[in-house]
């Protein structure tokens, strides 16, 4: 599906208009009047990552797929992966950026992961 389509959606669904969309995701108004009236199909990473935060949309529902559940089966037992989910989902995506970075120092490193990761990357 197209992304204004989508975008038309997700406005459609929260019952907002562009200028909130722009305001939300701090775009101009403009930026998001001209996705919709040009008809966009795809955008630059940098809007869509706006517009999925000034949204509360993954990145996954703009490209028009399911959304993912942040937290797995597996995790919900663990309450210091549960405490990690809970800090990321406060942070903006600079900051989510950040994270993943910092996610893949410590495990490219080796020292830092469970050994059975480390067996499956040998």
Not at 21 to 27: F, H, P, W
Not at 34 to 45: D, F, G
Not at 63 to 68: I, R, T
């Amino acid at each position: 599906m197209d992304f204004y389509l989508i975008l038309q959606e997700i406005m459609e669904e929260k019952n907002i208009n562009i200028p909130t969309v722009a305001r939300k995701s701090g775009l101009s108004d403009g930026t998001v009047r001209s996705i919709i009236k040009r008809k966009q199909k795809n955008v630059a990473l940098e809007v869509a990552f706006k517009l999925s935060n000034g949204l509360n949309v993954s990145l996954e529902r703009l490209n028009g797929l399911p959304e993912k559940e942040l937290v797995s089966t597996t995790t919900e037992s663990n309450p210091k992966i549960q405490l990690l989910v809970k800090k990321a989902e406060s942070l903006n995506n600079q900051g989510i950026l950040k994270l993943i970075e910092y996610a893949d120092d410590l495990t490219s490193s080796g020292k830092y992961t469970r050994i059975e990761i480390q067996e499956k990357a040998i």
